[in-house]
């Protein structure tokens, strides 16, 4: 799996943005059988969950953080997993990354180890 974030930029609080992670798969495999996780790692953080969606209509979870802010969805058809940022504040101004994992459960899907596939980030800038 080959994943390609996009749709990062500089957005003023308030704002919103809509990031992309379109993935490539090899033939035989569906990319509604990974589960996607948005992560973000701010200057001097370290990297964390955002959001994710489970395989196969699994479930939606979100870092309190962003509940109620963002909303993420996939759309199976194009190969991309979405992640709307609404009431951007700039403490959200990190890189975001999203991740594909075969084996990701409940109970691990926060974890970036749980995730197989990464790809590189954009970056989101929220200015005050």
């Known amino acids: 799996v080959q994943l390609q974030a996009s749709g990062g930029g500089l957005v003023q609080a308030g704002g919103s943005l809509r990031l992309s992670c379109a993935a490539s798969?090899?033939?035989?495999?569906?990319?509604?059988?990974?589960?996607v996780g948005w992560f973000r790692q701010a200057p001097g953080m370290e990297r964390s969950f955002v959001a994710a969606?489970?395989?196969?209509?699994?479930?939606?979870y979100y870092a309190d953080s962003v509940k109620g802010r963002f909303t993420i969805s996939r759309d199976n058809a194009r190969n991309t997993v979405n992640l709307q940022m609404n009431s951007l504040r700039p403490e959200d101004t990190a890189v975001y990354y999203c991740?594909?994992?075969?084996?990701?459960?409940?109970?691990?899907?926060?974890?970036?180890?749980?995730?197989?596939?990464w790809g590189l980030g954009t970056l989101v800038t929220v200015s005050s």
């Open positions: 969606i489970k395989r196969s209509g699994g479930g939606i």
């Open positions: 798969v090899a033939s035989g495999r569906s990319y509604s059988s990974y589960s």
């Open positions: 991740a594909a994992g075969a084996s990701v459960i409940s109970s691990n899907l926060a974890s970036q180890s749980a995730y197989d596939y």
